[in-house]
């Protein structure tokens, strides 16, 4: 026996919610910005190590955190501001080579490789353009 969307609220609600994160996936961004998240998340979880290691080995202890976690952030920046898409494409490649040089070779590649791919994804996106009504 099959209900209807409308006579189950949690159907209801579910496809509710599936709606607004298409109609938010289609708005931004949103692959290139997972990317770099991932890539930004793959260098921060290789650098993990106790605080005072991590504090003793100084500037190569530190680095894999604020390189990774500044992808983190920039990916969240092209989500949710995707004006910013062109700051937030330039400065995720940047660190995500400077990922490859100061951190565990960027998580080993790995990192380096998802950033830079969602960097460019970002960098290269564009606003849907509104189609042209066909004049009659």
């Known amino acids: 026996m099959l209900t209807r969307v409308r ?7 579910s496809a509710a919610a599936w709606h607004w994160f298409t109609a938010f996936r289609r708005t ?3 692959w290139g910005g997972l990317w770099m998240m991932l890539g930004g ?3 921060m979880s ?6 005072v290691v991590t504090l003793s080995s ?3 202890g530190i680095s894999g955190y604020v390189l990774g976690g500044g992808m983190i952030m920039l990916g969240l ?3 949710f501001a995707p004006s910013q898409r062109l700051v937030a494409g330039l400065m995720g490649g940047i660190l995500a080579v400077a990922a490859f040089v100061a951190s ?3 998580g080993f590649l790995v990192g380096t490789l998802l ?3 969602g960097a460019a994804m970002v960098f290269g996106w564009g606003p849907k353009k509104p189609r042209e009504r066909a004049e009659s």
């Open 46 to 51: 290789l650098t993990i190590a106790p605080i």
């Open 41 to 43: 998340w793959t260098i």
């Open 115 to 117: 950033g830079i791919v």
């Open 77 to 79: 920046m092209a989500w």
């Open 28 to 30: 931004r961004p949103f």
């Open 7 to 13: 006579d189950n609220p949690v159907l209801a609600v």
């Open 58 to 60: 100084g500037a190569s």
């Open 104 to 106: 565990n070779l960027g």
